[in-house]
């Protein structure tokens, strides 16, 4: 069965640059979630999509930014990149915003 | 004090035995109840929601709500290595804006040795 599918899957990236992370959901899924997971902790809730359309929203950092598109698919475009940005994303997607979600295998975000 | 509790472990347990994993939480608006299993390096992949208390059986799982005491149980029976992984607890009140968004719980590390 398709996944979610997240890229990159690795990305190395400098101190005040942006990155963007691409997220494409399981077929006919229709709201899209983002995620930041540090090291030993839980995932962290950032912002959502449904129809797209932003749903929900988390603890966004005012430097990240994220859409979807008209296929569905969501970027998180992230700017000014601290050390502490360093973290696992990941992508999860659902059908009508419901309870089942399911994860990317996320894109490992290193800031040196 | 976070919303969701769990204790991180590792829990390490020999093949063939009983896993309890818990969960305890404060806020009484949640109404979801999901378990998930994240293997090293993955996403995390859902095994198992309820909805308010009681119980709910898939397969080699079980997961036990109760609401009266906030806590939430995850046994999993003949345990085997392969269910070596840490698995998060997660909570929701229900659909804010579009969806139902989860409040994690840290995880519980569990290694099943052969």
């Known amino acids: 069965a398709a996944g979610v599918i997240q890229s990159p899957r690795h990305l190395i990236k400098e101190k005040r640059e942006t990155a963007t992370l691409k997220c494409y959901p399981i077929?006919?899924?229709?709201?899209v979630y983002w995620y930041q997971q540090g090291p030993g902790q839980d995932p962290q809730f950032l912002i959502s999509?449904?129809?797209?359309?932003?749903?929900d929203k988390g603890s966004i950092p005012d430097r990240f930014s994220a859409q979807q598109f008209s296929d569905y698919h969501s970027e998180l475009n992230m700017s000014s990149l601290e050390l502490g940005d360093s973290a696992l994303y990941f992508c999860a997607s659902s059908r009508e915003g419901g309870v089942e979600q399911y994860f990317g295998p996320g894109t490992r975000l290193t800031v040196t | 004090q976070k919303e969701v509790e769990q204790d991180p472990g590792p829990l390490s347990v020999p093949e063939g035995a009983i896993v309890s994993l818990n969960c305890t939480y404060s806020n009484s608006a949640f109404q979801y109840f999901m378990w998930y299993r994240q293997y090293s390096r993955k996403g995390p992949e859902l095994l198992m929601y309820t909805y308010s208390s009681g119980n709910k059986e898939d397969g080699r799982f079980t997961a036990q709500v109760d609401k009266s005491s906030k806590y939430i149980s995850l046994f999993i029976r003949d345990s085997q290595p392969s269910d070596s992984a840490t698995y998060l607890c997660a909570m929701s009140d229900g659909r804010t804006g579009g969806s139902y968004i989860p409040t994690f719980g840290r995880g519980t590390s569990l290694i099943v040795h052969p």
């Open positions: 999509f449904y129809e797209k359309m932003q749903s």
């Open positions: 077929p006919r899924h229709d709201t």
